[in-house]
Structures are given as structure tokens and as C-alpha cells.
């Protein structure tokens, strides 16, 4: 069996095992993949930086940091742009 033919069969495992799983089950699994996949930050953004955020809808807003809170599972951060303030996690905040 090649590398190929093992990378196929576990996209093909996959796929059954998450059309099993109901919807709250894909959305928390589909935020999991997002979280793993993404790049840790080098660079802590401040109250007043300029960031791009992405959503776990996928959608992206640019905002300013209102406040940096440190939290038992990471910092957060509390992000405005316009009227619109979301609370996000380090690994969703894209530097600018």
C-alpha cells in the first residue's frame, strides 16, 4: 500500500465518521480542524493594534483591540470594529 493509498482510506474513514455526527458535533469538530491547523502568533497584538480576526463562521472583519484578557486556556481579546465587538481567542486574530 503506498503513502497515497493510506492518506485516500483515512479521507474515506473520515468522511463517514462525520456525516454520522450531528450537526453541534461538525460544527465543534469543524472548529477543532480551524484551531489545529492555525499558526500560533509570534507576536502578541496590544490595546489600540490593528487586526484582522476570523470568525469561526470563516468570515474575516478588521478591527481595533479594545482589551487583552489572560484566561485560564490563553489570552483573549476583545476586538471593535465599527459597532460591531467580538470576544475571540489568540489563534483567531490575523496580524496585520
Known amino acids: 500500500m503506498t503513502s497515497c493509498d493510506t492518506i485516500q482510506d483515512m479521507v474515506e474513514l473520515l468522511t463517514v465518521e462525520v456525516r454520522a455526527m450531528s450537526e453541534q458535533e461538525k460544527f465543534e469538530f469543524r472548529c477543532g480542524i480551524r484551531k489545529a491547523f492555525r499558526m500560533r502568533m509570534t507576536i502578541t497584538p496590544k490595546t489600540g493594534d490593528t487586526v484582522t480576526v476570523e470568525l469561526f463562521s470563516g468570515h474575516k472583519i478588521q478591527g481595533v483591540v479594545k482589551a487583552v484578557y489572560d484566561s485560564v486556556s490563553g489570552k ?14 489568540e489563534g483567531q486574530i490575523i496580524l496585520e
Not at 76 to 89: A, C, M, N, P, W
Open 76 to 89: 483573549k481579546f476583545h476586538v471593535s470594529s465599527g459597532d460591531f465587538t467580538v470576544r475571540v481567542e
